[in-house]
């Protein structure tokens, strides 16, 4: 029986190895690895200890196999991962610039990775968090529908819901997509953007005034973590705030930085810490992630996230 619960693309990442090297141009690319920010989350979970679950799909392929091995293999429960044996899995082709910038080409819809059902109910027993990041409802608007139905039927069993909005510009192709992301806004409890996307859904420019104004709005909002890059992060509640720094580490490669952030929080708060100490967890495995090339390939685990904790070495 899952603790944490996401649903969403379960694809593979080939990623130009070389900074500056367009798409449109041709060069050497390193992958596949196994990527989709929903399966970098869970992964996460998974290593750090505690039960984790996804819904999706994958292609019965090699790529299919490389992604169910890595899950499976770190502990992610994939009993509802559909293997589709007519259309390929699906997959992301990325390239990085010198100034931090990222492009993608995506090939996700009309593949495995959204066309998977709604889990049997007997799935969202006993779960504490049902997570939902953004770019999953926005490839396929019928599979962003099947992710809203899900969260509500997980609540309805008393999960939590958390929200990483995730928004990529990419994959933003029809109106109804912010339809559903506020509808998902409107059930969150614990809410993870960047700063962007917290201006973009609050309406409002300055920063707290944000804050407020989703506290003020959606009752059911317990937690805003703000991501903020190479600045660490702010912790909301409705009476405190936290704010703490990042971990001094060679980065690497900053693909799935946030999702791990987002599930190392998540463990942070099951297992009962204060909000720093999540935040010091959550920090902790953003880093480890970044430190490796590819986008989960960073050694989270509960000792190597503790021993940079206590290292206290900060940027």
Do not use: W
């Not at 529908?145 to 928004?167: L, Y």
């Not at 509960?302 to 904790?309: A, D, G, H, R, T």
């Amino acid at each position: 029986m899952a603790e944490i619960m996401t649903m969403g693309e379960i694809i593979v990442e080939i990623m130009r190895g070389e900074v500056d090297s367009p798409l449109d141009r041709a060069g050497i690319f390193k992958g596949p690895y196994p990527s989709g920010a929903p399966a970098i989350f869970i992964d996460t979970v998974a290593r750090l200890g505690h039960k984790a679950a996804i819904v999706g799909g994958v292609g019965d392929d090699d790529f299919g196999k490389c992604l169910l091995d890595r899950l499976e293999g770190d502990g992610v429960d994939c009993s509802s991962v559909i293997k589709n044996d007519r259309i390929s899995t699906g997959c992301a082709f990325v390239t990085y610039f010198a100034n931090g910038d990222r492009k993608f080409i995506f090939h996700i819809g009309n593949t495995p990775a959204v066309l998977a059902p709604s889990p049997s109910e007997d799935k969202l027993e006993g779960l504490k968090f049902f997570h939902i990041m953004g770019c999953s409802m926005m490839a396929e608007l019928s599979f962003g529908r099947r992710i809203v139905e899900t969260m509500k039927a997980a609540k309805a069993k008393g999960a939590k819901v958390s929200f990483d909005p995730n928004i990529r510009p990419e994959l933003m192709k029809d109106p109804e997509c912010m339809d559903l992301v506020n509808d998902v806004l409107d059930n969150t409890s614990v809410f993870m953007p960047g700063k962007s996307e917290l201006r973009m859904l609050s309406g409002k420019e300055d920063i707290e005034e944000a804050v407020q104004e989703l506290f003020k709005s959606k009752p059911l909002l317990e937690l805003i973590v703000l991501k903020n890059g190479k600045k660490g992060c702010i912790i909301y509640s409705r009476d405190e705030r936290i704010e703490f720094g990042v971990y001094a580490i060679e980065p690497v490669d900053a693909t799935g930085a946030g999702d791990s952030f987002d599930g190392a929080f998540l463990c942070g708060l099951l297992e009962g810490k204060s909000l720093l100490d999540a935040a010091k967890l959550a920090t902790a495995a953003a880093s480890l992630n970044t430190g490796a090339f590819g986008p989960m390939e960073g050694k989270i685990s509960p000792e190597n996230c503790q021993k940079l904790i206590d290292d206290n070495i900060m940027e």
